[in-house]
Nanobody, 127 residues
Framework: QVQLVESGGGLVQAGGSLRLSCAAS????????IGWFRQAPGKEREFVAA????????YYADSVQGRFTVSRDNAKNTVYLQMHSLKPDDTAVYYC????????????????????WGQGTQVTVSS
């Protein structure tokens, strides 16, 4: 089993930056594809970004393309979501999710493709 824990959320002004972290337990971290999702009050959970277990492939939602960057540091068992030029519409609870590389690198925007989820971290962007 895998345990994921998000951190780094907080309050930030529009145009500012935050870096979220997703820390994973276990010896198989390097075998995990990691996705980031977010959910705002009254809205459905939406895909944000994903990174393949190799770290060589990433995928971004159109809404964050060019502003957010997902990366990983396997030595620290951590995946990062660096967020720049934040907008009020980015306000949401952000979740990291994982599946093993054997699950395949496809349909990475679909929440049901991920087996492990963190508890979420709140990001609030003021206007």
């Amino acid at each position: 089993q895998v345990q994921l824990v998000e951190s780094g959320g907080g309050l930030v002004q529009a145009g500012g930056s935050l870096r979220l972290s997703c820390a994973a337990s276990g010896r198989t971290f390097s075998d995990l594809n990691i996705g980031w999702f977010r959910q705002a009050p009254g809205k459905e959970r939406e895909f944000v970004a994903a990174i393949r277990w190799t770290g060589s492939s990433t995928y971004y939602a159109d809404s964050v393309q060019g502003r957010f960057t997902v990366s990983r540091d396997n030595a620290k068992n951590t995946v990062y979501l660096q967020m720049h030029s934040l907008k009020p519409d980015d306000t949401a609870v952000y979740y990291c999710a994982g599946n093993y590389r054997s699950s395949g690198w496809y349909q990475v925007t679909r929440a049901e493709r991920y087996n492990y989820w963190g508890q979420g971290t709140q990001v609030t962007v003021s206007s």
